[in-house]
């Protein structure tokens, strides 16, 4: 009998995890989730079982954990946190990729005490991009710039705002409005998000637009830099949109009275919005991901750099978004597995640390997503 995964949540990434463990013959894979339809749909893809439950409930997701072996968080990041601490309770490792806005390792004396290993943020960045990070750092004495491009995309231009969500479509908008930390001469400050946009050309896909969003998160501590930023990718007037919108106060959770009725404009906007964000099937997407570290060793300067460009692979029907993001996460469970974690919190940088970043990358070219990562 395999490995007892539980894949808490199965929107398009968890969905995208099962079918990867699912296959290898090597996990038992039970999915839940409170929707009866994505249920059927991520069961009839992956065929691993379903478990129609309300993760919304500590509880609930408690007791789940404590009949499997292992844990993928694949919630809203507003459920990530909540999450984490009830299966830590259930004293159960646990690989997470909701991107919680709390901090998670402020759990970290919890999962020690437990004596169980849990890995956040274990998507594409941030994950892979925190993990070669983390890989980069080791090869330098120390380091001076970090830099992380990162964006989903439709293949084609054409739909609202040329945008279409792949990942919660709550947390495209809230990456609008969290202010983007950065470090700056060493020190951590903040930012408007969206702001000190930049054109950039992709090779083998064009130019696109970059802009400050806030996906740096455990880095800010982990790696000593005097420079570190990290920038949301989107076809160009994306950005502009979006400030518009914000500025307007359209992405505001603030109630106000409109109509004779109580509402919240980021509820009026997403309600209007999402649905014209929505990928139709088969409709391809592409992820774009480039990391520039630059540092010193052994008295010279030292250039780390990583870039993919990965597309929509219709022989699966998994997009883009969900295969980078959902891989390294899958990676990450087999390394879990093999007891390579001290129990704790651990961004995912430590798999760079650890020397696990080659695992990580070799999985992925396994599975058609190739990174190239380069040290000069």
Same mark, same amino acid.
């Given at each position: 009998m395999g490995t007892r995964v539980l894949i808490a949540g199965c929107g398009a990434i968890g969905s995208a995890v099962a079918v990867d463990l699912a296959r290898d013959g090597a996990h038992v894979v039970t999915i839940a989730d409170i929707d009866?339809?994505?249920?059927? #749909?991520? &069961?009839a893809q992956s065929g691993a079982r379903t478990v129609r439950a309300d993760l919304s409930q500590g509880e609930t997701l408690s007791r789940l954990a404590s009949d499997h072996d292992l844990v993928v968080g694949a919630l809203p990041s507003v459920l990530g946190c909540q999450s984490l601490t009830a299966v830590i309770a259930a004293r159960r490792p646990m690989v997470d990729i909701s991107f919680m806005a709390e901090d998670p390792l402020a759990l970290d004396a919890r999962a020690r005490e437990s004596g169980v290993a849990a890995v956040v943020d274990c998507g594409v960045a941030p994950g892979l991009s925190h993990m070669i990070v983390g890989f980069a750092a080791t090869r330098m004495s120390s380091v001076e710039r970090v830099a992380?491009? @990162?964006g989903g995309l439709p293949a084609e231009r &054409?739909?609202? %705002?040329d945008y279409k969500a792949p990942f919660s479509p709550y947390d495209v908008i809230e990456e609008c409005v969290r202010p983007a930390r950065v470090v700056d001469e060493g020190c951590v400050v903040s930012k408007e998000a969206l702001a000190d946009p930049e054109l950039l050309h992709i090779d083998g %896909? *064009? =130019?696109v637009e970059a802009f400050l969003t806030d996906g740096l998160r455990t880095l800010t501590r982990t790696i000593q830099s005097r420079f570190m930023i990290e920038k949301t990718l989107r076809y160009p007037g994306? #950005?502009?949109a979006m400030a518009a919108l914000r500025d307007a106060g359209l992405l505001s959770t603030a109630a106000i009275q409109a109509g004779g009725c109580t509402v919240r404009p980021r509820d009026v906007t997403a309600a209007l919005l999402f649905p014209r964000w929505q990928y139709e099937d088969g409709e391809p997407d592409v992820t774009i991901l480039r990391v @520039? @570290? =630059? *540092?010193?060793?052994e008295g010279r300067n030292v #250039?780390?750099?990583a870039n993919l460009l990965d597309r929509y692979d219709a022989a699966t *029907?998994?997009?883009?978004m969900s295969r980078t993001t959902a891989f390294p996460a899958a990676s990450v469970v087999r390394l879990l597995e093999r007891n390579l974690f001290e129990p704790g919190v651990h961004p995912p940088e430590t798999v760079g640390h650890l020397g696990l970043l080659d695992a990580v990358l070799n999985d992925l070219a396994a599975r058609g997503v190739h990174c190239d990562v380069r040290i000069d």
């Open positions: 009866e339809d994505r249920l059927q #749909r991520a &069961g992380i491009y @990162v &054409g739909a609202i %705002f %896909f *064009g =130019e994306h #950005r502009a @520039v @570290v =630059e *540092g010193r060793r #250039r780390c750099t *029907g998994l997009r883009s």
